[in-house]
């Protein structure tokens, strides 16, 4: 069983910057593609970024493209999620997710879910 700890959150204005952070309890991060998404209140959940750095890659949402960056500390089993310029509409609750592959590819569905941070942006 994988535990996925997320701290970070907090209210910020408009235009300001957050880096989430998130603790994996697994042998190795590395063998995992770990994902930040986020679901405001009456809103579907939205997947936010993705990274899987076996192959070096990373996936974005076109709303925070460009302004948020996902990296990996695989030394600290430590997943970030930097946001930039943020905007109201990035008000949610944020959750980090894991999932074993072999692909090349993360997952639709994610396995482990953290219990979430939460962003307030006005």
């Known amino acids: 069983h994988v535990q996925l700890v997320e701290s970070g959150g907090g209210s910020v204005q408009v235009g300001g910057s957050l880096r989430l952070s998130c603790v994996a309890s697994?042998?190795?991060?590395?063998?995992?593609?770990m994902g930040w998404f986020r679901q405001a209140p009456g809103k579907e959940r939205e997947r936010v970024a993705t990274?899987?750095?076996?192959?070096?890659?990373?996936s974005y949402a076109d709303s925070v493209k460009g302004r948020s960056t996902i990296s990996q500390d695989n030394a600290k089993n430590t997943v970030y999620l930097q946001m930039n310029s943020l905007k109201p509409d990035d008000t949610a609750m944020y959750y980090c997710?894991?999932?074993?592959?072999?692909?090349?590819?993360?997952?639709?569905?994610?396995?482990?879910w953290g219990q979430g941070t939460q962003v307030t942006v006005s």
């Open positions: 997710a894991a999932d074993y592959t072999t692909l090349r590819k993360c997952p639709i569905d994610f396995t482990f």
């Open positions: 990274i899987l750095s076996a192959y070096s890659t990373t």
């Open positions: 697994v042998d190795t991060i590395g063998r995992y593609c």
